[in-house]
């Protein structure tokens, strides 16, 4: 196969040469040619579109007659390819740029004597395409801060982000622990485009590395993926394009490392492995919520590279004990250590305990009309059933869980993501890896088994920093079932019997840590914050509790009673037991433990259970109770329990006033928050909705998820600007060059329109 030329006639390497033109295109601009034979152009279409998964049927065309059978159909305005036509069949721009190795979507064919030619002109949307032109933009003085502006259309870096990225770039390793939303992908993707070689991104599930390879392409950058979800095919085909450098960036799963293939292609001397990112890092520690045992994979092949690349790794859920066994496990080499912090402010936080949590969660739903959410449940049948009810209902949902088919599973996500159906009913097997940047509430249907996965669940909602809402709906249920699924979890049975108990009681303490969460009326994002080793104000102001009224009740005489009741059976029962024991319950469980006979039975009868709940849940929060992490969770008592039976101390406790009127009612608080959303005005909301509609309409015809055309931050941020020409828009966050060439100027039309009926 031929080489590819610059303009300048210097021989380039093979697929790519993404090369600034230096004479008259003008400043930012580059000219690239590329050279093949026809017989070497037909190969590479066949090869690449099979690659993309396309099946091209490329027999019968004509080599002497090649570019009459490939005929560019389509432009923009931007003059990018939209359509090509080869033969009989019409293929997508970018399926073809792809196939060919091309830096830019405006591009043609030419005839050159026995050469067919690929020229590309852009205003360096080329740099950074592959391992040999990733370095070009650093190479001519482009810093981090011009790439990030160019690719991904942002003036200037989030909190933490140029820290990490000049780490790497020194040649760190780096562990950054940053909330979901907060562009850890960005710390390794700059970096990747800079360095001499590729940068392996570790990813522990499909659908993240196809949002993340789609975003990329987006945005003008050609990365791959591999994965299961490929066939062998087009696995080979893959690595064979990355050993050729089309690719600065791979996403692979961690089951590949190991393999034979994949081995093969990392010692390869043609290629370089500059970094190794490790995505969802917790995933290495079985003291994390999502422990993969294949993450342990991760260090073994580092270890047989000829040369140790720099590795990151990053998360956004890690206690202090996760963190350091990430650093062990992956043998980090005195890494850049950053957490920016678990806050982020723009989410709403509320629990509610509703007698009917059904039509606690449809009400909700018809306040939420048009936006697109998440309804988390903690079994498949609760997903059947809610996900049945609510389309008989008429909202538009599918549904996602383990037992669902392979196809089934990929399709009602891309519903989800294309916003087809824009709320997904699932178990917790939809949490990690989903990338949908305009989820606007996460609706927990039942409490989680612990907080981190509560948080990283939860963290679905407002990727993109505007306003959204994280609800949970508790129900004493929800204790007894995580419970269940603690005692029984088969994933522990393959660990020693001392191990697997430590485990469970470590499991067994995060239930009850997450139960305290349902209760507490304290600030909610403080409880949060102080779970993970951080302290709040006390006061958000963007929660349930912090904006309910509350008054200060004394609970002495029901704190007193439930501990003598405690003290009198022996501390031998747990918490259901006692609570049913003071409030006189009549059932078979009561009478076989004889607590009918308790001198505290029926003491409390007048008094609600769910108060008696909640007093419960305050003693032992506030030290006056344990509970024993066993199998049983057996109510102990304290030495502070001694002061309140003594009569030495006065249990004082926030009570709600009208609790479920005012937790329900967030309508209002909605309102004001989506109104000052970006700066944007409430006159600006039928532009705001125009623009909705425009980028429905593109990513349709774009075969593209609406939110990867532009988030709902950048359509928030062009309501402020109004933007009128390409310089505006390009300041608007999220534009970057490519995609205002791709996209700029439908937008600028539709918001001149606007403007003009407006005035």
């Known amino acids: ?161 140029g820290r990490l990225i000049e780490a790497i770039l020194e040649g760190r390793d780096v562990l950054g622990i940053m909330p979901t939303g907060a562009g850890k992908s960005l710390c390794y993707q700059i970096p990747a485009l800079m360095m001499d070689g590729i940068t392996l ?116 859920t890690a206690t202090a004990e996760v963190r350091d066994d990430i650093m062990d496990i992956l043998m980090l080499r005195q890494p850049e250590i950053l957490t920016t912090g678990f806050d982020r402010g723009n989410l709403y936080f509320g629990v509610l305990s509703p007698k009917d949590k059904y039509a606690a969660l449809v009400n909700y739903l018809e306040r939420h009309k048009g936006e697109s959410g998440i309804i988390y449940c903690i079994t498949r049948k609760v997903v059947e059933e809610v996900c049945a009810n609510l389309i008989r209902e008429g909202f538009p949902v599918t549904r996602y869980h383990a037992g669902l088919g392979d196809e089934e599973r990929r399709h009602n996500q891309e519903e989800f993501i294309y ?57 004493g249920q929800d204790v007894i079932t995580n419970q269940f699924f603690i005692d029984h979890n088969q994933e522990n049975d393959a660990l020693d019997p001392m191990t697997r108990q430590i485990v469970m009681e470590r499991d067994r ?47 002495t005489e029901i704190a007193e009673t439930l501990i003598r009741c405690v003290q009198t059976s022996g501390q031998r029962y747990g918490t259901n037991v006692i609570i049913d024991t003071v409030h006189g319950a009549n059932t078979a469980k009561i009478r076989n433990y004889r607590m009918d006979g308790n001198i505290c039975y029926g003491k409390l009868a ?42 030495e101390e006065t249990v004082m406790m926030k009570m709600a006033k009208e609790q479920e009127h005012t937790k329900t009612d967030t309508g209002s608080r909605k309102k004001k928050a989506k109104g000052v959303s970006a700066g944007m005005a409430e006159a600006d909301m039928p532009l705001f909705e125009r623009l909705r509609e425009l980028r429905a309409q593109t990513a349709r015809e774009e075969k593209v998820p609406p939110y990867i055309v532009f988030s709902d931050k950048t359509l928030a941020h062009m309501c402020v600007l109004k933007p009128e020409d390409r310089e505006k828009m390009l300041s608007v966050s999220g534009v970057g060059e490519f995609k205002y060439e791709k996209y700029g100027e439908r937008f600028l039309a539709c918001i001149r329109e606007w403007k003009e009926k407006e005035a």
Request: glycine share 8%; hydrophobic share 35%.
């Open 1 to 161: 196969m031929s080489a590819g030329r610059t303009r300048e006639g210097d021989e380039a390497h093979p697929y790519l040469a993404s090369v600034a033109a230096k004479e008259d295109e003008g400043a930012g601009g580059y000219l690239t040619r590329q050279g093949m034979t026809r017989e070497e152009l037909k190969k590479r279409l066949e090869e690449g579109l099979n690659a993309l998964g396309e099946h091209p049927d490329l027999e019968n065309l004509e080599e002497d007659r090649i570019l009459e059978e490939i005929q560019i159909v389509k432009r923009d305005n931007a003059g990018y390819v939209e359509t090509v036509q080869i033969g009989a069949e019409t293929y997508s721009g970018d399926a073809v740029r792809y196939a060919l190795g091309v830096p830019s979507p405006a591009f043609s064919l030419e005839e050159d004597g026995d050469e067919i030619r690929c020229v590309t002109y852009g205003r360096g949307h080329g740099y950074g395409l592959s391992q040999y032109g990733a370095g070009l933009m650093a190479e001519n003085g482009s810093s981090a801060e011009e790439i990030l502006k160019h690719y991904f259309g942002y003036d200037s870096f989030r909190e933490g982000q």
């Open 201 to 316: 991104v570790i990813s522990p599930l499909i659908s993240l590395m196809k949002d993340q390879v789609s975003n990329l392409n987006q945005a003008g950058i050609l990365a791959a993926y591999l994965n299961s979800s490929l066939t062998y095919g087009q696995y080979r085909k893959a690595l064979e394009f990355a050993r050729a450098g089309r690719y600065p960036i791979i996403y692979v799963a961690p089951e590949r490392l190991m393999t034979e293939e994949f081995l093969q292609f990392a010692l390869d001397p043609q290629v370089k492995i500059a970094m190794v990112a490790v995505d969802e890092a917790h995933c290495v520690s079985q003291w994390g919520q999502d422990f993969r045992p294949s993450y342990l994979k991760i260090v073994d092949f580092i270890r047989q590279l000829p040369v140790r690349p720099v590795v990151s790794a990053f998360t956004a």
């Open 419 to 475: 916003d087809h159906s824009p709320i997904m009913v699932a178990t917790n097997a939809f949490g990690m890896g989903i990338d949908k940047s305009n989820v606007r509430f996460v609706v927990h249907y039942n409490m989680p088994k612990n907080m981190e996965s509560y948080y990283q669940e939860a963290g679905r909602a407002g990727r993109d920093g505007e306003p959204a809402e994280c609800i949970l709906l508790y129900g």
């Open 509 to 555: 303490e995060r239930l009850r840590k997450m139960t305290f969460y349902c209760f507490t009326n304290d600030c909610l994002r403080d409880y949060i914050l102080r779970y993970f080793g951080e302290y709040g104000s006390n006061y958000c102001g963007n929660c349930s509790n912090c904006l309910t009224q509350f008054e200060t009740v004394d609970v």
């Open 606 to 647: 007048k008094v609600p259970v769910y108060r008696l709940r909640q007093v419960m849940n305050h003693l032992q929060l506030s030290g006056f109770l344990t509970v024993t992490n066993d199998e049983y969770a057996i109510v102990h008592l304290t030495e502070s329990s001694g002061r309140i039976l003594a009569g």
